[in-house]
């Protein structure tokens, strides 16, 4: 493959960002009236780097899946009560509302674009009768304490989350993420289970096009706590019987072996490490990549395959409160 030192960088010229979109139909009930404070939503936006309400309305185009979805539903009681944590569009309202397991769901994140998508998805599912389980979508940051009380949840779930909490502008970057796993200790009731899919540093660089992005790569690595540095984080929050497991299907699904997708926005939408990466890295990965796949093809798709299956896409992480 064509060394990227020796490409040529392509200039990118980024686009001004995109105002907030609200959605006309946002849904309350009486016990969850929970408003995002100005103050959480400034603090999100200083400590994230996606611009996730421009990413919301291609998101689930690039082929975002629930990996690890079967794991999670043999794991969780029956009737739960479940808090997705960080819901994103909602990708894993659908299968778990489906399961027959769930007795309600509700879909947490701070995002309004992700939300808008999420409550179309809640909405069809409410209007389906054969679907018992309470759907609710809920705008609230993960920033601060969580408008919940105690002991309410049966099951967690964070997926793909942590590189958004955490902050780099101080020395303790991963403040908010030890204070989010104080504040799922005392939502969940005792025994409950909290469910993590991650991923490892070793699984940041497998990614195909994260090989390309090395610059990016490390600063995604930055922002993500490696395993043992996480479980200690989570033992100190109060859980215990802690499971590991190596997950080898991609976030992207299918579309993660159709390479050329990588040149299409819609596509780049689905991976937070895009927004890390700086112009002139970027212009020197696109070059790169379009040449190994028009010159050396089955050596490219031969490493993003072994590569995969050497260290899995990523990890799912059970354990429950003490």
């Not at 779930?157 to 902050?167: E, G, M, R």
């Not at 969940?188 to 660089?205: A, F, M, R, V």
């Not at 991609?250 to 927004?275: H, V």
Request: proline share 4%; aromatic share 10%.
């Amino acid at each position: 493959m064509e060394s990227m030192s020796d490409t040529i960088p392509v200039q990118v010229t980024q686009e001004p960002t995109s105002s907030k979109v609200v959605d006309p139909e946002l849904e309350t009930t009486a016990d969850m009236t929970c408003i995002v404070t100005d103050q959480s939503r400034v603090e999100n936006e200083e400590i994230d780097f996606e611009d996730y309400l421009r990413a919301s309305f291609s998101y689930d185009k690039s082929g975002r899946i629930p990996v690890c979805v079967e794991q999670i539903i043999e794991k969780i009681p029956q009737d739960c009560a479940i808090l997705d944590a960080g819901c994103g569009t909602g990708n894993y309202m659908i299968p778990l509302a489906n399961c027959g397991k769930v007795k309600s769901y509700i879909g947490m994140d701070v995002n309004e674009g992700m939300l808008y998508h999420a409550r179309k998805k809640a909405r069809t599912l409410r209007s389906n009768e054969s679907i018992t389980t309470d759907v609710t979508t809920l705008a609230g940051s993960l920033l601060e304490d969580l408008p919940f009380g105690d002991n309410v949840f049966d099951v967690v779930l964070l997926n793909q989350v942590l590189p958004h909490i955490a902050d780099l502008r101080v020395f303790d970057k991963f403040k908010y993420i030890s204070q989010m796993f104080k504040e799922f200790n005392r939502i969940l009731k005792p025994g409950g289970l909290l469910s993590i899919n991650t991923c490892t540093h070793d699984q940041l660089s497998a990614v195909w096009y994260n090989n390309a992005m090395p610059e990016a790569c490390e600063m995604l690595k930055t922002r993500t706590p490696e395993i043992d540095e996480l479980k200690e984080l989570i033992e100190k929050a109060g859980f215990s019987d802690f499971s590991f497991s190596k997950d080898n299907e991609p976030l992207q699904g299918e579309n993660y072996w159709r390479y050329e997708l990588c040149f299409t926005e819609s596509y780049r939408s689905g991976d937070a490490i895009w927004s890390l990466v700086g112009d002139e890295e970027y212009g020197k990965a696109m070059m790169s990549m379009k040449y190994g796949l028009r010159e050396e093809r089955d050596t490219f798709d031969s490493i993003a395959h072994s590569t995969i299956e050497k260290t899995g896409h990523t990890t799912q992480i059970f354990c429950t409160r003490v």
